[in-house]
């Protein structure tokens, strides 16, 4: 009878984990996508005369931004032009730090990394992860997405030789290494968001560096469960 309580049960968890693994590859197909577009925008930053597009675009209307107080622009910091490029339908607006296009500028060179803007008149403009829509979802689904992938892969763990006098015990375990996991892996993805945009280098990929985070500590507190287990058995 036990013996058929633990085959149920273990049916259920791989039942749940199909709920785990849709919601996890769906995420990290998105958050993988950003990262994959943003390193190798990153890596043509690093050779702009050959790996970035030379065109030439019409200034179609350019509006200073609401004043933000800045000591080297006199509170003018912010402008928001609208470019038509003449290799691409349609046109694109940007901000550009104040200054970057001269007030009676009708055209500006630009750099594109394939329809995406990089450089306006020799200036980085692309935002990178620090677009609001980016900054939202990485604060309200990334860490669904570490949950998620850690719950899976504790689970997974937990499936292969566990023992029915120690399932409760470790399962237990392992849920609170998932919560601890995702609080570490979410407070580095915020943290990441800021940084890089701020500090030079700091890796575009960056969401790796969160979900690995997060899997180390929550493999490390099922391992030290299942350790305490042994010795108590």
């Not at 620090?130 to 900054?135: D, E, I, M, N």
């Not at 899976?152 to 015990?169: I, K």
């Amino acid at each position: 009878m036990a013996q058929q309580s633990v085959s149920t049960s273990n049916a259920h968890d791989l039942a749940g984990l199909r709920n785990y693994l849709l919601v996890a590859v769906a995420l990290g197909f998105l958050f993988g996508c950003w990262a994959v577009h943003e390193t190798a925008i990153d890596r043509a930053r690093t050779c702009p005369q050959s790996c970035l597009r030379p065109e030439v675009a019409r200034v179609v209307d350019a509006e200073t931004e609401p004043a933000v107080p800045d000591r080297h622009s006199g509170g003018l910091t912010r402008t928001r032009l609208t470019l038509d490029l003449h290799g691409q339908a349609g046109r694109t607006e940007i901000s550009v730090p104040y200054g970057t296009v001269g007030p009676a500028a009708t055209e500006v060179p630009v750099r594109l990394w394939r329809n995406t803007i990089i450089q306006v008149n020799g200036t980085d403009v692309h935002p990178g992860w620090q677009t609001p829509t980016r900054f939202v979802t990485v604060i309200l689904l990334f860490p669904v997405f570490a949950f998620c992938t850690l719950k899976l892969a504790s689970r997974l763990v937990l499936l292969r030789g566990l023992r029915p006098q120690e399932a409760g015990r470790q399962t237990r375990a392992g849920s609170r290494g998932v919560l601890r996991g995702t609080f570490v892996s979410s407070v580095v993805a915020v943290g990441s968001m800021v940084a890089v945009g701020s500090v030079n280098g700091y890796p575009a990929w960056w969401p790796a560096l969160a979900l690995g985070a997060g899997l180390l500590v929550s493999m490390l507190c099922l391992r030290r469960a299942t350790q305490r287990a042994a010795a108590n058995v």
